[in-house]
């Protein structure tokens, strides 16, 4: 039986998240337009009878300017210590030096594929320029390219993976899906509306915290805080008469409910931290 950890790095916004979520079939990591929407390492589990993936969403690369990017830089140094294959992205319509230095940076003693994402958007030139780039790099054991949206390519990067793969027992049960707790994605579901919804730096100074998941007959209660940095903030996030909060919460009830298969009753209320992203005691709080 081949069993290994794959894990997925790059910069923010090249769609590591989406194909994470493609390769499993299930929605596991949120997405967005916007860079850094991951914060966590998110692990998947790709089970049939031959195998066992463990596939790895990690946070975009960046230089921290702030604890909680510490915190999500940690998450990409853990998970390229327990690589077992090293899935390298790129967005094709990036600067394939500034793609080269970082991933030459990773110093990967373990195979390691460039995954060159979007192929969709760019003509077949690009393509081929690309794979010519990367196949001369010495980390580069394998050149694919795909589009994680449109399912494109991902069957090859597959196959090559277990190609790859070493043989070994399961790490998890067979029905399981992922480690990570139920609480953990619904934070994650309703951090998502916040990005969909507003613009600049809200998203981004915004946590969640999950404090009541309650499962009664036919019911989920769910009771969740939105973190922000200031009063203004918090304004925002209510809105005139309670209409942003609202949106939010009915947006996101919507898809926690198709994901836990359940009717749901979600309360949601905003709370002041200021600095909270530089507050190691908050951090631990919300997951960090």
């Given at each position: 039986m081949k069993v290994g950890f794959v894990n997925i790095f790059g910069k923010p916004n090249a769609g590591k998240s989406t194909l994470l979520n493609c390769l499993i079939g299930e929605k596991l990591a949120i997405v967005s337009p916007k860079v850094?929407?991951?914060r966590h390492r998110i692990k998947g589990f790709l089970n049939t009878e031959n195998y066992q993936v463990i596939f790895s969403d990690t946070p975009?690369?960046?230089?921290?300017?702030y604890k909680l990017h510490e915190k999500m830089m940690q998450a990409v140094k853990g998970s390229l210590e327990d690589a077992d294959i090293a899935l390298l992205m790129v967005?094709?319509?990036d600067n394939l030096e500034e793609a080269d230095e970082l991933f030459a940076a990773l110093r990967l003693k373990?195979?390691?594929?460039v995954v060159l994402n979007k192929i969709d958007k760019v003509p077949a030139a690009r393509v081929e320029e690309?794979?010519?780039f990367f196949q001369s790099r010495t980390y580069s054991r394998r050149v694919v390219a795909i589009s994680a949206l449109q399912n494109l390519g991902v069957d090859v990067l597959l196959n090559a993976i277990l190609e790859f793969l070493p043989e070994g027992e399961p790490f998890y049960n067979e029905d399981d899906l992922t480690d990570l707790p139920t609480r953990f994605f619904v934070g994650e579901m309703v951090r998502e509306?916040?990005?969909?919804?507003?613009?600049?730096?809200?998203?981004?100074?915004?946590?969640v915290l999950v404090n009541e998941f309650k499962e009664?007959?036919?019911?989920?209660?769910?009771?969740?805080?939105i973190i922000v940095h200031r009063e203004s903030q918090k304004a925002i996030i209510i809105g005139e008469r309670g209409k942003m909060i609202k949106q939010i919460g009915t947006i996101a009830r919507q898809e926690i409910e198709k994901f836990l298969d359940s009717k749901v009753f979600l309360e949601l209320f905003v709370k002041v931290r200021p600095k909270w992203r530089d507050n190691d005691v908050h951090l631990k709080e919300y997951g960090y």
């Open positions: 850094q929407t991951t975009g690369i960046i230089e921290p300017k967005d094709i319509k373990v195979p390691a594929f690309a794979k010519t509306k916040i990005f969909e919804l507003f613009e600049d730096e809200i998203p981004y100074h915004t946590a009664k007959t036919g019911l989920i209660k769910i009771t969740a805080e």
